[in-house]
């Protein structure tokens, strides 16, 4: 393996990334039942790509059928599960 001799001092240095945006996470989620629980658990929104017969259901209240919605449209509204053929991004803060 080469070392490389012209890095000096580079190494020593942290990068700090802050988050800028509302949201900082993002989960594709395009399996026939996902439960948003554990690492997936905390979800404060979603963007719908492609319908199909997904069925979404809120942290509370009834669920809502994705073909009701819009697509490419980021809605704030907290998930527990996303069921169906379709193709949902679940974003986390």
Same mark, same amino acid.
């Given at each position: 393996m080469a070392t490389r001799k012209d890095a =000096?001092?580079? &190494?020593? /240095?942290?990068?700090?990334?802050?988050?800028?945006?509302?949201?900082? /996470?993002?989960?594709?989620? &395009?399996e026939a039942n996902t439960i948003l629980t554990g690492s997936l658990q905390g979800a404060r929104g979603f963007?719908?790509? &492609? =319908?199909?017969?997904?069925?979404l259901s809120p942290t509370k209240g009834d669920v809502i059928n =994705? &073909? =009701?919605?819009?697509?490419k449209e980021l809605y704030e509204i907290g998930l527990v599960r996303v069921s169906g053929s379709g193709k949902v991004h679940v974003v986390y803060p």
């Open positions: =000096a001092g580079i &190494s020593g /240095r942290t990068i700090t990334i802050e988050n800028n945006g509302k949201f900082d /996470r993002i989960k594709t989620i &395009s963007i719908i790509e &492609s =319908a199909g017969n997904t069925v =994705a &073909s =009701a919605l819009n697509t």
